[in-house]
């Protein structure tokens, strides 16, 4: 690009529309002018080629993604990734922020991800390597969008759950028995203090436990659960499939007597799920499946926050995300990123349950709780409970009673003495 050229890809922020712009926040590695690569990083996602030839025209102004800020962090000797067909010159490592008029492509997920974070952004001349960090929504983009029905507020009042945690548990083992057997084990988790009991990202429709079926059962056996403990109780079926399966599947699993849904977010896709929240009256849940692939490298890709923030937007009442502790391989700050992207303040946009989970059981509920910083999450273990040494109603008992024990502020361990199922849950899963 020409000196002019590259101006043309730069604004102060008092120079665009707030309420007409996406913000978008980037970590680049490019080679040679960090100001050059960051103006093609803008040009690639918006106007590209912004002139015919042979017309004087600028469509810059109206189309183009401008530049709004561009930090230079340090010097590196080469790029940290490998990448074919990288020129040779000087490395920066940079902080760029975009603002984006997201008139080029509407309230539409599909196309904003095709142009924030696609073909353009991901094969810009100069930037090997790219981290898109956050994206920041103006309210007039937000109110296009129906997002969660329940959120945090409305799942507490279907439960009847206030001022605790929200207990969920995945049936064990996930997706190997067939449904009366499944029934079973989750009455007894119910029965011992279980909220919502879920079907596992991996278990959907397969012959040997047919959705329909499983619903009809798991249904039955909630209703009862309810009635016998005078509790809040739901079942969450996962109806994860093919996009022109997903209503056929809703209403099986709502007929069945499912109180939530589970979906895979991306494989079934953002705006599938979008589609689906418009059809449903049930709580939405969303589970991680391929967000560790465009994530887990610190310098490339998706922040996962980006992923829970389009997961708020897309309408899931709840988002499962992988939590803290060695098992799922996370920073902490990155969880309560994603955490933070679920509560926060986002337009007329209702907050989403977050649900770090990742091996915990009533050993981790308090590190878990501290972490959060607050009582609004969900725990949801599935060994703890399902692989508890007395039973899944002993697994479940053991969370409840945890709890009890940080809110009286008593050490678990001594908690545990005379409670049976805490003691032999701190002695199976550490504490």
């Known amino acids: 690009m020409l000196s002019d050229d590259i101006d043309g890809f730069f604004a102060r922020a008092s120079e665009i529309d707030p309420e007409a712009h996406l913000i978008l926040e980037y970590q680049a590695e490019v080679v040679g002018s960090p100001r050059a690569a960051a103006a093609h990083l803008a040009s690639e996602q918006s106007t590209a080629q912004w002139r015919r030839v042979g017309i004087e025209e600028d469509l810059r102004p109206r189309f183009g993604a401008k530049v709004l800020e561009l930090e230079v962090l340090e010097a590196l000797p080469e790029p940290s990734l490998s990448v074919p067909g ?26 904003l991800l095709s142009a924030v974070c696609g073909e353009g952004p991901f094969f810009t001349p100069g930037v090997p390597v790219l981290k898109l960090l956050d994206i920041h929504f103006p309210r007039s983009f937000l109110e296009h969008f129906q997002g969660p029905r329940f959120g945090v507020s409305g799942l507490r009042d279907l439960l009847g759950v206030h001022g605790r945690p929200l207990f969920l548990g995945v049936i064990k083992p996930n997706i190997g028995l067939p449904p009366e057997a499944f029934a079973g084990i989750a009455a007894e988790a119910w029965r011992g203090g279980l909220d919502i009991a879920k079907d596992d990202e991996m278990l959907a429709d397969p012959e040997w436990s047919p959705l329909a079926e499983r619903a009809r059962l798991l249904g039955e056996a909630c209703r009862e659960a309810r009635v016998e403990t005078g509790e809040g109780k739901l079942y969450m079926a996962n109806i994860t499939d093919e996009v022109d399966r997903l209503l056929e599947l809703h209403d099986a699993a709502v007929a069945g007597g499912a109180g939530a849904l589970l979906v895979n977010a991306l494989p079934v896709g953002l705006s599938a799920v979008r589609m689906l929240r418009k059809h449903t009256k049930l709580p939405l849940f969303a589970h991680f499946p391929m967000i560790a692939a465009s994530s887990r490298v610190a310098e490339f890709g998706i922040h996962t926050r980006v992923w829970t923030r389009l997961q708020r937007l897309a309408g899931f009442d709840a988002v499962i995300m992988p939590g803290f502790g060695p098992r799922m391989m996370m920073d902490e700050d990155e969880v309560r990123a994603c955490i933070q992207a679920c509560l926060e303040p986002m337009g007329p946009i209702a907050p989403s349950l977050p649900v770090p989970g990742g091996s915990d059981s009533a050993a981790t509920l308090e590190s878990v709780y501290r972490k959060v910083g607050s009582v609004d999450f969900g725990f949801v273990p599935g060994r703890g409970v399902f692989g508890h040494p007395m039973g899944p109603r002993a697994g479940a008992a053991s969370l409840r009673q945890a709890w009890e024990a940080i809110a009286a502020g008593v050490p678990l361990a001594e908690y545990a003495q005379g409670r049976r199922e805490l003691a032999a849950a701190l002695e199976a899963f550490g504490g």
Not at 95 to 101: G, Y
Request: aromatic share 8%; with cysteine.
């Open 86 to 111: 990288v020129p040779s010159g000087p490395v920066s490592r940079c902080r760029i922020r975009i603002a984006h008029p997201y008139g080029n492509f509407g309230p539409r997920i599909p196309n």
